[in-house]
């Protein structure tokens, strides 16, 4: 396994790309440890795809390198970058048992039988496979089949990193949530640098201890899933990640406070920074009803089991509420109180409350 290094990695699809817009991927530099897992998480189109074919060889960027454990293999092909790769679709020969399947990998390496046989049942014990291993594969659910296809990414203890690109896409909801904590399990156990692709939270964050947020080309915020949840850098990652995400409020500075539809909010910290379009992020976890506290009108609950979320209007802008108490009534005059060591300034969607460590 190796430690990946991406330095200064832009990419454009077009000839003579000019300004930012052009590259879709803007200016990626990054450490993927040795061993560790990680989640690239993004919305769809925001380069997640680009990077990893980028990674794998596929693609060559249009500048910057690609380092593996410090050697320069920015001009070598995918087929000597000794890389795994699973993809959203099972890649699997059907003709082939399953047992054959998972040993092609190391076979094709010219790997002795007895090492074979070995790896295949460590493999196959994992995933918990051992008695399809003389089914041909042609008989296999589809589930079982991408059980395959990732069995076939691990069996190699030689690669420099496992990548998996959305292998949950086919797999049926109600086993989805097996199979995730099964990857996680198995990272434990073979300790493989991995990279997840994934533009699902509850899959990166189930998988990953770092989690890289991409947003347009760009990588927004890097961070464990609770990081990612506690302190966003960035509003996309508040939004993106939480459910409901975090509330993006409009605000104006004031004499050095921060005032939301004419309310002066307590902060986490000191505002940093100056200029640009100021807003106020507070996840709904964070926003209770109150005796006191700014004025809202209810103007929607939705009961969604554990919990409720009340979305009420502040003046002209809704703010959710995440509440186990009593709910109001829609159309109820009530009081929103915000924690303050979990109220954020940001500006032009990058963070900008300082806090003491
Ligand atoms: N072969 C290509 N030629 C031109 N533009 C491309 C090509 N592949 C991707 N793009 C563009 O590059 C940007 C990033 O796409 P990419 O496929 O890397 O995103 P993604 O996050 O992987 O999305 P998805 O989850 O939908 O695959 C998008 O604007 C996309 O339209």
Same mark, same amino acid.
């Given at each position: 396994m190796a430690k990946i290094t991406l330095s200064e990695l832009r990419h454009s699809y077009l000839p003579n790309p000019k300004g930012a817009e052009d590259y879709a991927l803007k200016m990626i530099d990054l450490d993927w440890e040795d061993g560790g897992a990680y989640a690239l998480l993004g919305p769809s189109g925001c380069g997640k795809s680009t990077l990893l074919n980028i990674i794998s060889g596929l693609l060559h960027p249009s500048e910057g390198r690609i380092l593996f454990d410090g050697r320069d293999v920015t001009d070598l092909p995918p087929d000597q970058r000794n890389i795994a790769q699973v993809f959203q679709f099972p890649v699997i020969y059907d003709t082939m048992t399953v047992r054959d399947n998972l040993a092609f990998p190391l076979r094709n390496r010219g790997v002795d039988e007895g090492r074979v046989a070995q790896r295949v049942a460590e493999i196959a014990a994992m995933l918990e496979v051992e008695e399809m291993l003389d089914?041909?594969?042609?008989? +296999? $659910? @589809?589930?079982? %089949?991408?059980?395959?296809?990732?069995? &076939?990414? +691990?069996?190699?203890?030689?690669?420099?990193?496992?990548?998996?690109?959305?292998?949950?896409?086919?797999?049926?909801?109600?086993? %989805?949530?097996?199979? /995730?904590?099964?990857?996680?399990?198995?990272?434990?156990?073979? &300790?493989?640098?991995?990279?997840?692709?994934?533009?699902?939270?509850? =899959?990166?964050?189930?998988?990953?201890?770092?989690?890289?947020?991409?947003?347009? !080309?760009?990588?927004?915020?890097?961070?464990?899933?609770?990081?990612?949840?506690? &302190?966003?850098?960035?509003?996309?990652?508040?939004?993106?990640?939480? $459910?409901?995400?975090?509330?993006?409020?409009?605000?104006?500075?004031? !004499?050095?406070?921060? +005032?939301?539809? *004419?309310? %002066?909010?307590? +902060? =986490?910290?000191?505002?940093?920074?100056?200029?640009?379009?100021? /807003?106020? *992020?507070?996840?709904?976890?964070?926003? $209770?009803?109150?005796?006191?506290?700014?004025?809202?009108?209810? &103007?929607?609950?939705?009961?969604?089991? /554990?919990?409720?979320?009340? =979305?009420?209007?502040?003046?002209?802008? @809704?703010?959710?509420?995440?509440?186990?108490g009593a709910l109001p009534p829609q159309g109820e005059a009530v009081h929103l109180a915000f924690r303050p060591d979990q109220t954020r300034a940001y500006r032009d969607g990058w963070i900008a409350t300082e806090v003491d460590t």
């Open positions: 089914t041909r594969a042609a008989h +296999l $659910s @589809p589930d079982n %089949k991408q059980k395959i296809s990732m069995g &076939r990414g +691990l069996v190699r203890d030689d690669v420099n990193v496992v990548m998996f690109d959305e292998p949950l896409t086919v797999i049926d909801p109600h086993l %989805k949530w097996k199979l /995730r904590s099964k990857l996680k399990e198995l990272h434990q156990r073979v &300790r493989a640098t991995m990279i997840y692709v994934t533009h699902d939270q509850t =899959e990166a964050l189930t998988f990953a201890d770092q989690v890289v947020v991409m947003q347009e !080309g760009e990588i927004v915020q890097i961070g464990t899933p609770v990081e990612l949840f506690e &302190r966003p850098q960035h509003t996309f990652v508040g939004h993106f990640i939480g $459910s409901p995400g975090m509330n993006v409020l409009p605000a104006v500075e004031q !004499g050095g406070a921060v +005032l939301f539809e *004419g309310h %002066k909010l307590a +902060l =986490e910290g000191k505002l940093s920074g100056q200029g640009g379009d100021l /807003r106020v *992020g507070i996840r709904p976890e964070y926003v $209770s009803l109150a005796d006191t506290g700014l004025p809202a009108t209810v &103007r929607k609950v939705s009961d969604v089991g /554990r919990h409720a979320v009340v =979305e009420a209007m502040v003046g002209d802008t @809704p703010v959710k509420a995440i509440t186990s």
